[in-house]
């Protein structure tokens, strides 16, 4: 079909020009003597001016249609600040379209539910196709970096092996092995260290990975991610190959220039001051330790006390700010943050009426604070729960008080991590995965204090996103047997989970490292969106459901006993 140009690649230049387009047609205006259409295609919008001397068929909006005409100046910039527009010559009508139930228009207020199940209409929209244009780029531009750079794109299994990497796995019955089940990939975490094995050195891929995990804002049960590895490179020379990609991506997409080398902080530090270990440091409000102005009082003996410290906020904080303050504190176990304000060179308390605690600044103290200074404190045993605890309310007032410049960016590493951590259920698990190399100078802890054991992970964090984690491998079998033992896995279940992998290790495993990154949340950053779903072509909604097509959806009985899966009513009568 007949086309010379899309509407985003013609321009002052070509005036004078005739042309062939075919797009959408996003809005008509009937003038009498001029008709106006707005033309849509995958480059943007143009204007059509249809004069009384042309006839033209019946048009309507999204008709898809074919113009021939001429391009010229226009005084009128109203579409995408176009200095041009077509003259038509001729129309043809290349399919009609009803009504469309939704508005496609990007000042449109589409509820998402309704945008969710006519995901392929809202798409026409400019900025929902921008979006996903946006993520090709930058896959379009991992890929060029890569192949320059010796890394080989291998593809891995999709139908792959049950195994414990921190979230349910979705689960896919054999038919030919009934009873049995292949596991949907977390990640390609084995298979690309199982390359590494293989000798091939560099590897990518474009890997999609699958949770069933509970959802959010920026997390999906499907998820693309770039997933890289490579052999007999240190830390730092790994590092440093990933940030010449990052700043790559930045470039051929943001036209921004990153400074390299990244600043690195280290887990701890990052912790202690941002009270995150995907630290923002686009703004202040660091974490200061304020213990030494309280151990004069016999309830905080022994007791940890922080705090962050908000300019000229005293009298302006409202009682929604100090209800979502003390709703924070139950949430990372803490039993209340004490607020104080800075008056007459003392602190006060300020919300917390019931306690006296009264400080003299004029004692010598490191803080440099001013009156009408808000000072919000935490105290308790644990200190990365007062740490994360500030660390969410420092995040939540530099939003409120404007305190991020816009358009700007912060790309830093994250490293030092420790190997061990307890969750919720006082069990010990990795903190990144089982795989994670121990630094060498802690390994003597593993038999001794393994909470003291810091690892070579590093995670990439941007604007405080955590977009790629990474590290260095066990590539030792007796280290990695060991691991799996602090973690409870028996013999029996490091064998037939792992056992295969084992194996691989007695063979000459190089060391080695990778790191993968979400591409969704790395886009997500690229079009300062903070909703996953905008940059992802057909998402799921917020209960793993997608209301266009309607899955999940149940599976004829006869498909189930094929695949030896016995059907259990959960109508007693039945």
């Not at 939704?102 to 207020?109: E, G, L, R, S, T």
């Not at 959010?216 to 770039?226: K, L, N």
């Not at 009298?315 to 943050?337: G, H, P, T």
Request: glycine content about 4%; charged content about 25%; proline content about 3%.
């Amino acid at each position: 079909m007949e086309r010379s140009n899309y509407t985003n690649n013609l321009s002052i230049k070509d005036v004078g020009k005739n042309v062939v387009l075919i797009g959408w047609v996003a809005k008509k205006r009937n003038l009498g003597s001029l008709i106006f259409i707005d033309l849509r295609d995958i480059g943007g919008l143009i204007q059509i001016v249809v004069k009384n001397n042309i006839n033209i068929p019946d048009i309507h909006n999204e008709y898809i249609i074919q113009v021939y005409g001429t391009v010229a100046a226009k005084k009128n910039n109203s579409i995408e600040k176009k200095q041009i527009e077509i003259i038509a010559n001729k129309i043809n009508i290349i399919n009609t379209a009803e009504t469309p139930p939704i508005v496609i228009d990007d000042k449109a207020n589409i509820l998402e539910e309704i945008k969710l199940k006519y995901r392929y209409l809202d798409l026409r929209r400019p900025n929902s196709k921008k979006y996903i244009i946006v993520r090709s780029k930058i896959i379009k531009t991992i890929r060029d970096f890569l192949d320059k750079n010796n890394f080989l794109e291998i593809e891995t299994p999709i139908l792959t092996k049950s195994t414990p990497e921190g979230s349910r796995d979705f689960l896919v019955p054999s038919r030919l092995h009934q009873g049995c089940f292949y596991a949907l990939p977390q990640s390609p975490q084995i298979y690309k260290q199982l390359l590494m094995i293989a000798g091939f050195e560099r590897y990518y891929q474009i890997a999609r990975c699958f949770r069933d995990e509970d959802l959010r804002a920026d997390r999906q049960p499907e998820f693309t991610q770039i997933d890289i590895e490579a052999s007999f490179l240190s830390e730092g020379s790994f590092r440093k190959i990933i940030e010449k990609l990052i700043a790559e991506i930045f470039k051929n997409i943001k036209n921004f220039n990153i400074v390299l080398p990244l600043k690195t902080i280290s887990y701890e530090d990052a912790v202690n001051n941002y009270g995150s270990d995907k630290p923002d440091t686009r703004y202040s409000l660091k974490i200061q330790d304020i213990t030494n102005l309280f151990n004069k009082f016999a309830f905080f003996e022994k007791k940890i006390v922080k705090c962050i410290i908000i300019e000229n906020f005293a009298n302006k904080i409202s009682e929604d700010d100090v209800k979502f303050v003390q709703l924070q504190a139950k949430k990372f176990f803490l039993k209340e943050f004490l607020l104080f304000k800075v008056e007459n060179n003392k602190i006060e308390n300020f919300y917390n009426k019931n306690n006296n605690y009264q400080i003299d600044l004029n004692k010598k103290v490191e803080l440099k604070i001013k009156n009408n200074n808000l000072i919000i404190a935490a105290y308790g045993y644990n200190n990365k729960n007062i740490c994360f605890g500030l660390g969410s309310l420092r995040t939540y007032f530099a939003n409120k008080l404007n305190l991020i410049k816009e358009n700007t960016f912060d790309i830093l590493w994250v490293n030092d991590f420790p190997l061990f951590e307890k969750n919720q259920n006082n069990e010990i698990t990795s903190t990144h995965h089982p795989f994670t190399r121990p630094k060498d100078e802690d390994l003597k802890f593993l038999n001794t204090n393994i909470f003291k054991v810091r690892s070579y992970a590093f995670d990439l964090v941007i604007n405080g996103s955590e977009v790629g984690g990474g590290s260095l491998r066990i590539f030792d079998k007796n280290i990695q047997r060991k691991i799996f033992s602090i973690l409870s896995l028996s013999e029996e279940e490091i064998n037939n989970k792992f056992g295969f992998f084992i194996d691989a290790l007695k063979y000459g495993t190089p060391p080695h490292g990778g790191i993968a990154f979400g591409i969704e949340r790395l886009t997500m950053i690229l079009c300062n969106t903070n909703n996953i779903k905008e940059v992802i072509a057909f998402p799921k909604n917020l209960s793993a459901s997608c209301p266009m097509c309607g899955t999940p959806t149940s599976v004829d009985n006869n498909q189930l006993k094929e695949l030896g899966i016995k059907i259990i009513s959960k109508n007693k009568e039945n």
